[in-house]
Structures are given as C-alpha cells and as structure tokens.
C-alpha cells in the first residue's frame, strides 16, 4: 500500500534561518507531488507541485522554493524564513486524475 | 481556474443526513468536482470525486446538477467523527495542469449529539 511520510511534525524556527522540510512517497511510482500552506485559519494554498523529477511549478511568488531530486521525494526549502512564513505545510501525492493523498503535515512556527 | 461557493458552516444531529452544497457556476467540460474534509491538525482526507453523473461510495454520495455549475455532498447518517471542514473544489483535469487543487475556505460541519 501507499504511504507518505512528512516530518518534522513541529518545528520552531528563528527569523532569518533556513529551512527544510521534507516529504517522501512508498508504494507507487512517479507520482504528481504537492506542498500546500494553511495560515491561520481555513483554506489551504497550494505553493508547488511536480509531475516529474526535476520538474517543479510554483504556483505563487514567496521566500520558498522545491525541488524534487528522487521520484519520490520532494523537499520544501527557504533560505532566509520570515515571520509570515509560519503555518501548516502539507505533503500530497496523487497519480491522474485519481484523488490526492496528503500528509500529516508539519506546523511551523517562525519567532 | 474556476472557483466553488459553498455555506461558511452548517449543523447536523448525529445520525441524521447531511446535505452540503456547493456552487462552482464558472465550471468548465474538463473540471473533476473533488469533496475533501479536513479535521483538526490533521491533513485533508479525499471523500469523493466526480464528473459528471452521480458517484456513490463508502464514504459518502455526490450529487451533480445536470448543467454541472452546482453539486452536493451527501452523508447519509453523520456521526460525531463526520465533525470537520468539507471543501468542495474543482481540479482541471489533464497532466499539464498537474491535477491541481485549489481549496477554498470550505464548510464547517458541526455533528450534535
């Protein structure tokens, strides 16, 4: 079966450092893979998605970037964090047109 | 990419139907009408997922209007664990668009003993 495995779970992180979180898929292959943000609130908003290796979209402008070195793995990176940058990442994976797998999520609070 | 309307919150008892609607006017031929719920601190779980005609599963129904610009997650006895923030979106589908998920700010269902 798949899984889908996003740690940390909490993560603090001062102003100003870097960031990595990381997610990573079993049991299937070459899979659409997804970072979403959730601030405060409701409404999740998608921030990358890939169809391949190497291949990311961004879906808006901010203080992160992906990649995604493996198949089955894809990373959420910023250089520099800001304080809006704190909120819920979550990790989805899906394979066309079927439904979207998500994570546990990491909760990241920027101080 | 085309947007969902659905009601800020709404209430249920427990073992009754729920009727969760939503209105997406502005839906194209291509366009999946995706329900997901998210419960607290968790990640959005997947209910159903449809085009066109009526799609029943475990879960739950989804009930599509014939000119596709509305449809309506049914659950058929909520329970207390039903609690949660159902989003209604619509994904493009087609690889080049990734099968994006645009979430909304979903509906609050709150289940009464």
């Known amino acids: 079966s798949q899984t889908i495995h996003q740690w940390p779970a909490t993560l603090v992180q001062p102003v100003g450092s870097p960031l990595s979180l990381e997610c990573t898929v079993e049991?299937?292959?070459?899979?659409?893979l997804y970072w979403y943000r959730q601030a405060a609130g409701r409404g999740l908003q998608l921030l990358f998605y890939s169809v391949g290796i190497g291949q990311i979209s961004s879906e808006v402008p901010q203080n992160l970037s992906a990649s995604r070195p493996q198949d089955r793995q894809f990373i959420l990176s910023s250089k520099k964090l800001l304080l809006s940058d704190s909120g819920f990442y979550l990790c989805?994976?899906?394979?066309?047109?079927?439904?979207?797998?998500f994570g546990d999520g990491t909760r990241l609070s920027i101080l | 990419d085309a947007k969902t309307t659905q009601p800020n919150s709404m209430e249920s008892n427990e073992e009754e139907p729920v009727h969760l609607p939503c209105n997406h006017s502005t839906i194209s031929g291509t366009d999946y009408i995706h329900w997901y719920r998210q419960l607290p601190s968790q990640g959005p779980e997947y209910v159903i997922h449809g085009l066109t005609s009526n799609v029943n599963n475990r879960m739950a129904s989804l009930a599509i209007a014939e000119d596709r610009k509305s449809s309506t997650l049914i659950l058929h006895r909520a329970t207390l664990r039903d609690a949660a923030v159902y989003y209604c979106i619509l994904s493009r589908g087609g690889i080049n668009q990734g099968g994006k998920l645009i979430f909304g700010q979903g509906t609050e269902l709150s289940v009464k003993p």
């Open positions: 049991g299937t292959s070459n899979p659409n």
């Open positions: 989805a994976w899906s394979v066309l047109p079927d439904r979207q797998h």
